[in-house]
């Protein structure tokens, strides 16, 4: 099992980018896949979800309206389109991989914690600075 992330990079204020998380060794059908971020000094909160089985979406409040979370079964890929970027959207951001734990809890429209995601990708560092 192994995810990878990749599309970070340096970016001004409101501008966009679309990170992607290659999935290989099992099936989007699945496991729902999450995206989270770390910025310096703080801690890791989630930023979007979504699990392929139903459809089922989750973003943070910090992110609604701006980022969007897709998935490419046929590629085995997920996207996190975002846009409308801030300056306190720099991290570094994850994607992870979570069960039927992760797939329950956005059933019911609520996040999943990092703890119920069993697979963990390298991250990708966006920047956001004029």
């Known amino acids: 099992v192994q995810l990878q992330a990749s599309g970070g990079g340096l970016v001004q204020p409101g501008g966009s980018l679309r990170l992607s998380c290659a999935a290989s060794?099992?099936?989007?059908?699945?496991?729902?896949i999450g995206w989270f971020r770390q910025a310096p000094g703080k801690e890791r909160e989630g930023v979007s979800a979504?699990?392929?089985?139903?459809?089922?979406?989750y973003y943070a409040d910090t992110v609604k309206g701006r980022f969007t979370i897709s998935a490419d079964a046929a590629k085995n890929t997920v996207y996190l389109q975002m846009n409308s970027l801030k300056p306190e959207d720099t991290a570094i951001y994850y994607c992870?991989?979570?069960?039927?734990?992760?797939?329950?809890?956005?059933?019911?429209?609520?996040?999943?914690?990092?703890?119920?995601?069993?697979?963990w990708g390298q991250g990708t560092l966006v920047t956001v600075s004029s």
């Open positions: 992870a991989a979570g069960g039927y734990w992760v797939q329950s809890a956005l059933a019911r429209r609520t996040e999943a914690p990092a703890h119920d995601y069993d697979y």
């Open positions: 060794g099992f099936s989007l059908d699945n496991y729902a």
């Open positions: 979504i699990s392929s089985s139903d459809g089922s979406r």
